[in-house]
């Protein structure tokens, strides 16, 4: 068989797929929280993965230093200086394969079964299904359009304690949440903090959208306001350069930081995505990703403000929504009585979808009237011709008597359930 032949087992099959989007014709679907393919830097990019070549030669494809490549983190710790209020010392950073990895890492070191996570209600349905991979036990915590309860939590942690049980990590989205939107009130920030640091509780801070805020600066994060070990940060170059990257980088306290870099798994492998880090900092190095991120927030505020304006103009009376000053989403309410996931079909038929706000919660049934918009992958063109093509399902909605999802039956979208739609 010649090198470029098709393997006998594959011959007359469609080709296997190289991405995770799935393209439906007819369907503008904003349940991908994806980039729009046209705002990825592929020219820069691919011009500072032939620089990191040609400066390191076969270093660039070695086993890379535990921690991360050097280039990488130096440029990390400037970079937050200006982005955040505190800047990190390298001895406080690790590269990582992106928050995915980064928090089935810190939740195989640092649970053990029987552990109790705590998860915001609603919270990211992925990040959810990497904590269901280890034994833990999962428990929400209510959220407001203030983001987190803190006194929610505060009473939670009590409850358990008196069962005595061992409450060990808290994960968060504290800046621009996925799915609401919005960010954790700065009172609020140093009240969760302070309760972590009372608890004994270490907060996982998921800091994915920090460089996408679109009203001013992003807050700071909860990590820069914690005392050191109460906050790990995962930072993400997913959603500000390329999530095909899968690079990014924790901010914790240098011991835990050591921790990490003297896991098996780095002890093993080395650096965690070394080449692709390697050319992050290549590509930050030349300029080109402040430029990127301005680029980014130029564009993603202008959908942003395009969907808003087409929910004002098609579901005013209909439903309610949050104003998300950064990130990636909008979260929609529907009128009482109607049910996101009983309607998504008939979206889908007249050419729009979502993803239903029960995918956000731990299958509590929570959720059921909510939904959430992804502004990110489609133009402002598009945003506005898939909320009005929403409006006219929920106008035939109204027409009818609302059709709810069986009570107590499990949903094919429920959290905990590979969903469809991913991001």
Same mark, same amino acid.
């Given at each position: 068989?010649?090198?470029?032949?098709?393997?006998?087992?594959?011959?007359?099959?469609?080709?296997?797929?190289?991405?995770?989007?799935? /393209?439906?014709?007819?369907?503008?679907?904003?349940?991908?929280? /994806?980039?729009?393919?046209?705002?990825?830097?592929?020219?820069?990019?691919?011009?500072?993965?032939?620089?990191?070549?040609?400066?390191?030669?076969?270093?660039?494809?070695?086993?890379?230093?535990?921690?991360?490549?050097?280039?990488?983190?130096?440029?990390?710790?400037?970079?937050?200086?200006?982005?955040?209020?505190?800047?990190?010392?390298?001895?406080?950073?690790?590269?990582?394969?992106?928050?995915?990895?980064?928090?089935?890492?810190?939740?195989?070191?640092?649970?053990?079964?029987?552990?109790?996570?705590?998860?915001?209600?609603?919270?990211?349905?992925?990040?959810?299904?990497?904590?269901?991979?280890?034994?833990?036990?999962?428990?929400?915590?209510?959220?407001?359009?203030?983001?987190?309860?803190?006194?929610?939590?505060?009473?939670?942690?009590?409850?358990?304690?008196?069962?005595?049980?061992?409450?060990?990590?808290?994960?968060?989205?504290?800046?621009? /949440?996925?799915?609401?939107?919005?960010?954790?009130?700065?009172?609020?920030?140093?009240?969760?903090?302070?309760?972590?640091?009372?608890?004994?509780?270490?907060?996982?801070?998921?800091?994915?959208?920090?460089?996408?805020?679109?009203?001013?600066?992003?807050?700071?994060?909860?990590?820069?306001?914690?005392?050191?070990?109460?906050?790990?940060?995962?930072?993400?170059?997913?959603?500000?350069?390329?999530?095909?990257?899968?690079?990014?980088?924790?901010?914790?306290?240098?011991?835990?930081?050591?921790?990490?870099?003297?896991?098996?798994?780095?002890?093993?492998?080395?650096?965690?995505?070394?080449?692709?880090?390697?050319?992050?900092?290549?590509?930050?190095?030349?300029?080109?990703?402040?430029?990127?991120?301005?680029?980014?927030?130029?564009?993603?505020?202008?959908?942003?403000?395009?969907?808003?304006?087409?929910?004002?103009? /098609?579901?005013?009376?209909?439903?309610?929504?949050?104003?998300?000053?950064?990130?990636?989403?909008?979260?929609?309410?529907?009128?009482?009585?109607?049910?996101?996931?009983?309607?998504?079909?008939?979206?889908?038929?007249?050419?729009?979808?979502?993803?239903?706000?029960?995918?956000?919660?731990?299958?509590?049934?929570?959720?059921?009237?909510?939904?959430?918009?992804?502004?990110?992958?489609?133009?402002?063109?598009?945003?506005?011709?898939?909320?009005?093509?929403?409006?006219?399902?929920?106008?035939?909605?109204?027409?009818?008597?609302?059709?709810?999802?069986?009570?107590?039956?499990?949903?094919?979208?429920?959290?905990?359930?590979?969903?469809?739609?991913?991001?």
């Amino acid at each position: 068989m010649s090198r470029t032949a098709i393997p006998p087992l594959l011959a007359g099959k469609p080709p296997l797929p190289i991405g995770q989007f799935e /393209h439906r014709p007819g369907i503008i679907d904003l349940g991908w929280g /994806h980039p729009g393919p046209e705002l990825l830097a592929t020219v820069g990019l691919r011009e500072a993965a032939l620089r990191v070549i040609d400066k390191y030669g076969p270093d660039a494809l070695n086993y890379g230093y535990s921690a991360g490549p050097g280039p990488l983190i130096t440029w990390i710790c400037e970079r937050l200086s200006n982005v955040d209020a505190l800047a990190p010392s390298p001895d406080c950073i690790v590269a990582t394969a992106g928050n995915s990895q980064a928090l089935d890492h810190l939740a195989t070191l640092l649970t053990a079964p029987g552990d109790v996570v705590l998860v915001e209600a609603p919270t990211y349905h992925l990040a959810v299904r990497i904590l269901q991979d280890h034994a833990v036990e999962l428990v929400p915590i209510r959220t407001d359009h203030l983001g987190l309860r803190v006194d929610a939590l505060a009473e939670t942690v009590r409850q358990l304690r008196l069962r005595h049980r061992r409450v060990r990590l808290l994960y968060t989205i504290p800046t621009f /949440h996925n799915p609401m939107g919005v960010s954790l009130m700065e009172e609020r920030r140093r009240n969760l903090v302070e309760v972590a640091e009372s608890e004994q509780l270490l907060i996982i801070e998921d800091d994915a959208y920090r460089e996408l805020s679109y009203d001013g600066p992003a807050p700071q994060s909860l990590w820069s306001l914690a005392r050191p070990g109460n906050v790990v940060r995962l930072g993400s170059f997913a959603k500000s350069l390329a999530p095909g990257l899968r690079t990014g980088f924790i901010t914790a306290d240098p011991a835990l930081a050591s921790r990490i870099r003297d896991s098996g798994l780095l002890d093993s492998g080395g650096g965690i995505s070394h080449f692709s880090s390697l050319v992050v900092a290549e590509f930050a190095a030349a300029g080109d990703y402040a430029r990127n991120v301005e680029k980014l927030r130029k564009a993603y505020a202008e959908r942003r403000d395009a969907l808003l304006t087409s929910l004002s103009r /098609h579901l005013e009376g209909r439903a309610t929504w949050l104003h998300p000053p950064g990130g990636y989403f909008v979260w929609v309410t529907l009128n009482a009585g109607q049910d996101a996931a009983a309607l998504l079909p008939q979206a889908e038929a007249d050419g729009s979808s979502y993803l239903p706000g029960s995918t956000f919660y731990l299958g509590s049934g929570e959720g059921a009237s909510s939904l959430r918009l992804a502004f990110s992958r489609y133009g402002p063109e598009e945003l506005v011709e898939a909320v009005k093509r929403l409006g006219t399902t929920l106008s035939r909605a109204t027409l009818r008597p609302a059709i709810k999802s069986q009570a107590g039956a499990p949903r094919a979208d429920a959290i905990g359930r590979p969903p469809r739609r991913r991001g």
